[in-house]
C-alpha cells in the first residue's frame, strides 16, 4: 500500500467525520447561542435551561439525519473492506 493510498483513505475518513459529527455538532451549536442569547437578554442564570433544549434537539437531528449517517458509515466501511481485500 503506498503513501498515496493511505492518504487517500485518511481524506475520506476525516470526510465522513465531518460528514455524520458535523450536523450534531452545528444543532448543539445554534441551540447553545440562542439558549445563551435567551439567558443574557433575561438574566436568567439556570445551569439545566441550556442543557435540555440541546439534548432534544441533538435527539431530534438523530432522529432525522440517523438514516443518513448510518448509510455514510456503511458505504465508507464498504469501501474500506474493499481496499483491504485488494492488498
Known amino acids: 500500500m ?6 487517500d483513505v485518511l481524506q475520506d475518513a476525516f470526510l465522513v467525520l465531518i460528514r455524520v459529527g458535523g ?6 451549536l445554534v441551540i447553545g447561542l440562542v439558549v445563551s442569547i435567551i439567558q443574557a437578554t433575561t438574566q436568567i442564570q439556570e445551569q439545566t435551561l441550556s442543557f435540555v433544549p440541546k439534548l432534544f434537539a441533538i435527539l431530534l437531528t438523530l432522529l432525522l439525519l440517523g ?4 448509510n455514510t458509515l456503511v458505504s465508507f ?3 474500506l473492506f474493499g481496499i483491504i481485500a485488494g492488498l
Request: charged share 10%.
Open 77 to 79: 466501511t464498504e469501501r
Open 2 to 7: 503506498s503513501i498515496q493510498n493511505v492518504l
Open 67 to 70: 438514516n443518513f449517517m448510518l
Open 23 to 28: 450536523p450534531i455538532l452545528v444543532v448543539a
